[in-house]
T-cell receptor, first 113, second 109 residues
Framework: IAGITQAPTSQILAAGRRMTLRCTQD?????MYWYRQDLGLGLRLIHY???????GKGEVPDGYSVSRANTDDFPLTLASAVPSQTSVYFC????????????FGPGTRLTVL | GQNIDQPTEMTATEGAIVQINCTYQ??????LFWYQQHAGEAPTFLSY??LDGLEEKGRFSSFLSRSKGYSYLLLKELQMKDSASYLC??????????WGAGTKLIIKP
């Protein structure tokens, strides 16, 4: 693989279910990010990780958790999905936290019913 | 609060020039970014400005005025493939990106 991959591409989920969105990058980037993108709103940062072993909360962290056990993987977990979490989720990475360019994965379209 | 404003939608003609404006109010400033996002795809990086002035990259140029909290993206010799949303983002004092809602650019033949 080259770049960032996300899985699944899309998912329909019943409210109350637990769901993990996967994100893997092979660029050896230190920093990784999870965003959600909703119609009419800008990308909103959910959680981020500046380096393996560390994570931080973004603008809209409630209802989501992340882990960063290694450099390549940055999964996002919804512990108990709610309809307001219906969105398109993008994972991104950058060489470092203060690097100029973020590279985005293809996105996961999640629908919570 | 933090705020990024850009027009919701713009229309331009193939071969013409279009300017997409972005104004911002953020806690701190560590650079302004423009990204392009085609429908159903991921955003891709276009440009970065941290100092006042114009940065040119082929058909695309980006301008920044930090004192006015203002930037624009200038697209020349428009092509149909330029139909996309253009996202303005500012890196704040915590080095997090604050994103505008994006400007949908429609190119007509």
């Amino acid at each position: 693989i080259a770049g960032i991959t996300q899985a699944p591409t899309s998912q329909i989920l019943a409210a109350g279910r637990r769901m993990t969105l996967r994100c893997t990058q092979d660029m050896r980037h230190n920093a990784m990010y999870w965003y959600r993108q909703d119609l009419g709103l800008g990308l909103r940062l959910i959680h981020y990780s500046n380096t393996a072993g560390t994570t931080g909360k973004g603008e809209v962290p409630d209802g989501y958790s992340v882990s960063r056990a290694n450099t390549d993987d940055f999964p996002l977990t919804l512990a108990s999905a709610v309809p307001s979490q219906t969105s398109v989720y993008f994972c991104a990475s950058s060489d470092s936290a203060d690097n100029n360019e973020q590279f985005f994965g293809p996105g996961t379209r999640l629908t919570v019913l | 609060g933090q705020n990024i404003d850009q027009p919701t939608e713009m229309t331009a003609t193939e071969g013409a020039i279009v300017q997409i404006n972005c104004t911002y109010q953020t806690s701190g400033f560590n650079g302004l970014f423009w990204y392009q996002q085609h429908a159903g795809e991921a955003p891709t990086f276009l440009s970065y400005n941290v100092l006042d002035g114009l940065e040119e990259k082929g058909r695309f140029s980006s301008f920044l005025s930090r004192s006015k909290g203002y930037s624009y993206l200038l697209l020349k010799e428009l092509q149909m493939k330029d139909s996309a949303s253009y996202l303005c983002a500012v890196r704040d004092e915590d080095y997090q990106l604050i994103w505008g809602a994006g400007t949908k650019l429609i190119i007509k033949p």
